[in-house]
C-alpha cells in the first residue's frame, strides 16, 4: 500500500510516472503490452460515480441518513 501511494504521490507532483511504476509493471508483466495497460490507467485516471451494490434484497427503508457536508465538500 505505501509503494503505491508513493508512485501516486509522485504521479501528482511530477506528472509522469516514476521509474519506481515502469519497474514494478516490469515485474509484474513480461509484454510490453500488459506494462503500458497497467500503467495507463493510474497516470490517466476516469472518474467513476459512487454506487451503493446490494447484495441482498434491498430494504424497503433507507438504512442510510443523510449527513450535511462539511465546508470543503462540493
Known amino acids: 500500500m505505501s ?3 508513493s508512485i501516486l504521490s509522485y ?4 506528472g509522469k510516472p516514476p521509474n519506481l511504476m515502469f519497474k514494478l509493471s516490469r515485474s509484474l508483466f513480461a509484454d510490453t503490452a500488459e506494462q503500458e495497460k497497467f500503467i495507463q490507467p493510474v497516470t490517466n485516471p476516469q ?3 459512487p454506487v451503493i451494490l446490494w447484495l441482498q434484497p434491498k430494504p424497503t427503508e433507507n438504512p442510510f441518513t443523510v449527513e450535511i457536508p462539511v ?3 462540493p
Not at 11 to 14: D, F, T
Open 71 to 73: 465546508s470543503w465538500q
Open 11 to 14: 504521479l501528482l507532483e511530477h
Open 3 to 5: 509503494l503505491l501511494i
Open 47 to 49: 472518474a467513476f460515480n
